[in-house]
C-alpha cells in the first residue's frame, strides 16, 4: 500500500482527496504482490428469492385482468378468493399486475373509467382596465338571492357599483321571471 505521506493514513487520504472509510476499505482488501483484488466485483447478491406463486395463479390473474382492466388488485383478491378459492394478498396481485406491464396497459386503454377530478375553482371573468374606470354606474355587479318568509318566496337583487363601491338593495315580490327580465 502506497502512504504519500509515511505512515499517517489521515494525512494520505488529504493527500489523495478520499475519505478514511475508502481507504481503509481499500487497504482491508489490498494483498499484496496480488493487484487482482483492488478490481471491481459485482455486488448483486448471490441468490434471490424465488417467485413463489404458481403460473397457473399468474395466468388466471393476467386473463382475469384481461377481461376486464377496471378491476382493481383488491376486486382480483375477492374474485380469485370467492370464484376459485386461491388465497393470495393484494400486494401480491398488485406485483403482478405490474410485473406483466398490465398497469401501464390500463392507463392507455379506453374502456377502463377513471374517477373524473372534478375542479371546484370557478373561473372568474374580470373585467378589461379600459372598462373598470370609466364613470359611475358603467361597471356594476348583480346578484340575487332567494328568501322563503313565512311561506312567501321573496327575491333580493344586489347592486354593487365598483367606482362608488355603493350597494343599493331591490327587494321583489314573486315577480314573474319575464317581469324580472323587464326589470333589469
Known amino acids: 500500500m502506497v ?19 475508502t481507504f481503509y476499505h481499500w487497504k482491508k482488501r489490498f494483498k499484496p504482490g496480488c493487484l487482482v483484488t483492488l478490481e471491481s466485483y459485482s455486488s448483486l447478491p448471490h441468490s434471490f428469492r424465488q417467485f413463489r406463486i404458481p403460473l397457473e395463479t ?14 382493481s388488485k383488491y376486486k ?16 401480491s396481485i398488485g ?22 377530478k372534478i375542479n371546484y375553482v370557478i373561473p372568474r371573468i374580470r373585467a378589461s382596465k379600459q372598462l373598470r374606470y370609466q364613470y359611475p354606474g358603467f361597471l356594476v355587479q348583480v346578484d340575487t338571492k332567494h328568501l322563503i ?35 333589469f
Open 58 to 71: 399468474v395466468n388466471l390473474i393476467i386473463q382475469l385482468r384481461r377481461e376486464e382492466m377496471g378491476l
Open 95 to 116: 406485483r403482478i399486475l405490474i410485473k406483466k406491464g398490465l398497469i401501464k396497459e390500463a392507463r392507455i386503454s379506453k374502456n377502463v373509467k377513471r374517477r373524473r
Open 3 to 21: 502512504f504519500a505521506h509515511g505512515r499517517n493514513a489521515q494525512l494520505t487520504c488529504r493527500h489523495f482527496g478520499i475519505s478514511p472509510d
Open 149 to 183: 318568509i313565512l311561506g312567501r318566496k321573496y327575491y333580493q337583487f344586489t347592486a354593487i357599483d365598483f367606482i362608488q363601491n355603493s350597494v343599493s338593495l331591490m327587494p321583489i315580490l314573486r315577480l314573474p321571471l319575464q317581469l324580472l327580465k323587464i326589470v
Open 76 to 91: 382480483l383478491f375477492l374474485i380469485l378468493k370467492r370464484d376459485y378459492g386461491v388465497t393470495l394478498s393484494p400486494s
